[in-house]
């Protein structure tokens, strides 16, 4: 299954599946990036974060790729197990020194399917 | 061994009262965070403090005053709560600006 950007709040797929969630984000000069998984009654959880001289990264059964110049982070679950039922955020740094913060994206539902 | 612990976990107080969260992490970090969540899962930044110094100040009303007594805590203090102060509010920390560790949250109910 795959998410186009964020106008889909939610993205159902079958257990077994590869996961695709899609983040648009707003500022060419982000130069970090993150995956947070939230679980239900729990805080954001790290999953992976890329740099923006990077365009790919890879984790355990995640990767993440980041287009630069559509400004396009994705992230790709590889087996989506009924535990990856979450809500997904991406997030971006903006590199302003002692200022710096992560701006985060609107939230996208995963559901799998049994 | 919990990383970053808030407490409490549920808040439930009235329109105009004044309440705080507490907020400890022990991973040594030296950026401390909160943030909002609203009702649709919207996170944004509120404050952030590094060395137990005011770093960010997100336009929030000046009835959230954050205190940071040590770098490992940082509270939260809210004055003459309101019905749109409902929302859950997390802490976070970080060495850098960039993995930060949240807590589990807290649900605060204005009625």
């Known amino acids: 299954g795959e998410n186009v950007g964020l106008h889909l709040p939610t993205l159902s797929v079958q257990e077994g599946d590869n996961s695709i969630i899609n983040c648009a984000y707003s500022?060419?000069?982000?130069?970090?990036f993150i995956w947070y998984k939230q679980e239900s009654g729990k805080g954001p959880q790290f999953i992976i974060d890329?740099?923006?001289?990077?365009d790919k990264r890879q984790g355990q059964r995640v990767t993440v790729l980041l287009n630069k110049t559509v400004k396009h982070l994705s992230l790709q679950i590889a087996a989506t197990q009924p535990g990856d039922s979450a809500v997904y955020f991406c997030?971006?740094?903006?590199?302003?020194?002692?200022?710096?913060?992560?701006?985060f994206g609107k939230g996208i539902t995963l559901s799998v399917r049994p | 061994d919990t990383a970053v612990s808030q407490t409490p976990k549920y808040l439930v107080t009235q329109m105009g009262n004044d309440k705080s969260i507490k907020c400890e992490q022990n991973?040594?970090?030296?950026?401390m965070y909160w943030y909002k969540q609203d009702s649709k899962k919207f996170l944004k930044i509120m404050f952030s403090?590094?060395?137990?110094?005011?770093?960010i100040n997100e336009t929030v009303p000046n009835r959230f005053s954050p205190k940071s007594p040590d770098k490992a805590h940082l509270n939260l203090h809210i004055n003459s709560l309101e019905l749109g102060d409902s929302a859950v509010y997390f802490c976070?920390?970080?060495?850098?600006?960039?993995?930060?560790?949240f807590g589990p949250g807290t649900r605060l109910t204005v009625t």
């Open positions: 890329i740099r923006s001289n990077m």
């Open positions: 403090y590094n060395n137990k110094e005011l770093i």
């Open positions: 997030a971006e740094n903006i590199n302003t020194g002692a200022n710096s913060k992560l701006t």
């Open positions: 976070a920390s970080s060495h850098t600006i960039g993995e930060q560790y």
């Open positions: 500022n060419s000069a982000s130069d970090y």
């Open positions: 991973l040594g970090h030296d950026t």
